[in-house]
């Protein structure tokens, strides 16, 4: 199975199996991480889910859907360029290791 890792903002790195098809937003919450809130469930409407998506990876995503691309002017922490939400990021075989570093506040 997948994995994916998360940077969270008290400096701890946590490597989660996801299974594919699973969004990250919804892995994280299946292993209390409460980094990320996922307030409405990953149905884009909250910008509580907000990740970075680390350097080697940014190119492998696919692009973020119009509707993601507004929410991601919501987020606690100003959005960069390679900011996502993971409610959005979906994985794949192909993304296994995908790293991603957890925004500092969701709220
Ligand atoms: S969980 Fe609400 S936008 Fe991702």
């Known amino acids: 199975m997948p994995k994916a890792i998360f940077?969270?903002?008290d400096?701890?790195?946590v490597e989660i199996d996801?299974?594919?098809?699973?969004?990250?937003?919804?892995?994280?919450?299946?292993?209390g991480i409460e980094a990320i809130v996922g307030d409405c469930g990953g149905n884009l409407s909250c910008s509580t889910c907000h990740v970075f998506v680390d350097t080697p990876f940014v190119d492998r995503v696919p692009s973020p859907s119009a509707t993601e691309?507004?929410?991601?002017d919501y987020t606690a922490v100003e959005r960069q360029p390679n900011?996502?939400?993971?409610?959005?990021?979906?994985?794949?075989?192909?993304?296994?290791?995908?790293?991603v570093r957890v925004a500092d506040r969701q709220v």
């Open 69 to 72: 691309d507004q929410m991601l």
């Open 18 to 31: 996801v299974p594919v098809g699973t969004s990250l937003m919804r892995a994280a919450a299946d292993h």
């Open 83 to 99: 900011s996502r939400l993971s409610c959005q990021l979906v994985m794949t075989e192909e993304l296994d290791g995908l790293v």
């Open 7 to 9: 940077l969270l903002p």
């Open 11 to 13: 400096s701890r790195q």
